[in-house]
């Protein structure tokens, strides 16, 4: 029997195998999930979102470039330590262990050009629990996991749901004008909040959610077929929230870590 808390057992999926074309800038030569934010790959600043949360199981579902992924978790305690190398010997050794981060990592091979709902199905195997956690590998927030894993509890108890999405309002890429009835413009907003609701990303399945998953689709294609049967909830994140699909998301990353890193969660206690 399994005695670990559930915080410690839930599996983490994180989706990380696409091509991020839209951020060719860096990811001709490494994957998505690999670029940088504050010198650190912005899949290493997701995972450290879960693990503060003591969520940190993670089944990682590789794709494009995938190697670096695993090569950099390999070494990640040089990477993250002062070390002692004797090149003649071919020896290191880590010369503290302070700061090592204690994640438990499953990589999973789900192909170069799977579609997410694919690279899931590819890596069902390994989810060793009915209900798990999924979120891609390209967004930070300052969500409360715990207090999204209980309201998808309650609305499953209540009304028999699979999922749960975390919707956020997303900013408008354009600045929205309005006018009254004359033509005259009576207010300008650059780039403002909309009312609207778009998923962020950070989910909550159980495995009755597994079947709406179909080879040669994306997860959002499962997500809407689950929610045409009522089976889909929406919890409501009002916090932090930001997506890197551009070089510009990078930018604004960076320049957040350095100014208000909203997300770094795990230094704020």
């Given amino acids: 029997m399994n005695m670990q808390p559930e915080s410690q057992s839930m599996p983490v999926v994180i989706m990380c195998g696409g091509k991020g074309t839209r951020l060719r800038e860096e990811t001709e030569h490494r994957p998505k999930p690999m670029v940088e934010i504050g010198g650190r790959p912005i899949l290493w600043h ?36 002062d070390f002692h190398l004797h090149l003649s010997k071919n020896e290191h050794t880590v010369l503290s262990a302070e700061g090592v981060d204690d994640f438990c990592i499953t990589f999973v091979d ?19 629990a009915d209900t798990f956690m999924l979120t891609y590998g390209d967004g930070v927030s300052d969500i409360d996991l715990p ?6 509890e309650t609305q499953a108890s209540a009304h028999k749901t699979i999922g ?3 919707g956020i309002h997303p900013k408008s890429k354009y600045g929205l004008v309005e006018r009254d009835d004359r033509g005259v413009i ?25 079947p709406y998953c179909v080879p040669g689709e994306m997860i959002e294609e499962s997500l809407i077929k689950a929610t045409n049967d009522g089976k889909i909830s929406l919890y409501e994140h009002n916090g932090f929230w930001h ?10 990353l960076e320049h957040l870590w350095k100014t208000n890193p909203r997300w770094k969660i795990w230094d704020n206690t």
């Fill in 147 to 152: 207090s999204l894993l209980a309201f998808h």
């Fill in 186 to 210: 009576t207010k300008f907003q650059e780039k403002p909040q909309l009312t609207d609701y778009t998923n962020g990303g950070f989910m909550v399945l159980t495995r009755e959610f597994l």
């Fill in 164 to 166: 749960t999405i975390t």
């Fill in 46 to 81: 997701i995972m450290k979102i879960y693990a503060h949360h003591g969520y940190k199981n993670f089944v990682l579902c590789l794709g494009y470039k995938g190697t670096a992924i695993k090569e950099y978790f390999l070494n990640h305690r040089l990477y993250s330590q």
């Fill in 110 to 128: 789900t192909g170069e050009d799977a579609l997410t709902a694919e690279r899931l199905l590819r890596a069902e195997k390994y989810i060793d």
């Fill in 243 to 252: 997506s890197m699909d551009t070089y510009k998301d990078k930018e604004d």
